[in-house]
């Protein structure tokens, strides 16, 4: 369930920053939509009564922060300002993949046949969906869709070493207190940067209505729910969120921004669904399990 959720929350966070970043810019987007997180949630630790927790772990949990909000979600508010939504979202879809070297790496987290072939499988649905949609010709924002393209990948790398950052140094923790911290230490990361940044004029209604939110929803409670994961199944299985979130974010897209949504968008999701499932071992190959299942295997 927890994973579901925040597979759809994830995917309509691109369709909300796509609606805020128009008017507040790259970084007073980002700064914005993690200071919103964190006023939200900071309540929430206190009413808990974790804030002593909190203060005992607070540098790890801060830096946390940099890694999975602060700059991930400054590259994609760049990002959308040249891709669409949906083609942010299917980028995106590559995190599982630099989580998978980074935890293998760092963890020793060696995956098994299933979830290697599941990111395959996965990988491929997501290479399908995206084959014609990347164009390099430059947009009205005068950002170059190719610094985009790399912007989002650079945002990938990030999810991938803070979710193993977060297992190794933040394990056993409450995910209510690392969600709040990493978006209290984005906060600060980002705040004299953004201030640097203002809009010229005020964002109106809609721009506001969308940070809020990105902010509360699809950052503050997605936190919490991705910090659950970690905690419960690892990094390997909570960064297979990404596979099934640009399923999301293209259903999105069709219904609020009149993107088109074809059959091969329609084939190439249940492609994504199944690698996720093969991924985080809600499925396995016949072949694993009969090799599992011989005496001395």
């Not at 690392?178 to 940067?193: E, F, H, I, N, R």
């Not at 074809?262 to 190439?268: A, D, R």
Request: a positive charge; charged letters at 10%.
């Amino acid at each position: 369930v927890d994973f579901l959720l925040l597979s759809a929350i994830w995917g309509a966070s691109f369709l909300f920053m796509h609606l805020a970043v128009g008017e507040f810019g790259t970084l007073p987007t980002a700064a914005l939509r993690v200071a919103i997180a964190a006023a939200f949630l900071l309540p929430l630790v206190a009413w808990k009564g974790q804030l002593a927790v909190l203060r005992r772990h607070w540098r790890p949990v801060l830096f946390v922060g940099l890694l999975n909000s602060a700059i991930p979600f400054a590259l994609y508010c760049f990002a959308l300002q040249s891709l669409s939504t949906g083609l942010a979202a299917i980028l995106n879809a590559a995190t599982p993949l630099f989580g998978a070297v980074t935890a293998w790496a760092w963890l020793k987290e060696r995956p098994n046949a299933s979830r290697i072939v599941g990111w395959i499988v996965g990988f491929a649905g997501v290479a399908l969906l995206a084959g014609g949609k990347a164009s390099f010709t430059p947009g009205p924002s005068g950002i170059a869709p190719a610094w985009a393209v790399l912007a989002s990948l650079g945002a990938c790398v990030c999810y991938g070493l803070s979710a193993s950052f977060a297992k190794r140094y933040l394990a056993g923790l409450p995910p209510l207190v690392t969600a709040t911290g990493s978006q209290v230490g984005a906060t600060l990361a980002l705040a004299l940067p953004a201030l640097a940044w203002l809009p010229p004029k005020m964002p109106g209604a809609t721009a506001w209505g969308a940070l809020l939110v990105v902010g509360v929803l699809c950052t503050g409670v997605a936190y919490i729910l991705f910090f659950r994961l970690i905690e419960q199944g690892g990094p390997s299985r909570a960064l297979a969120v990404p596979f099934v979130v640009p399923v999301f974010a293209v259903i999105y897209g069709a219904l609020f921004l009149d993107e088109r949504l074809t059959l091969l968008m329609v084939v190439c999701g249940a492609v994504i669904v199944l690698g996720t499932a093969l991924a985080t071992g809600l499925l396995r190959l016949p072949v694993a399990v009969w090799r599992r299942s011989r005496p001395g295997a």
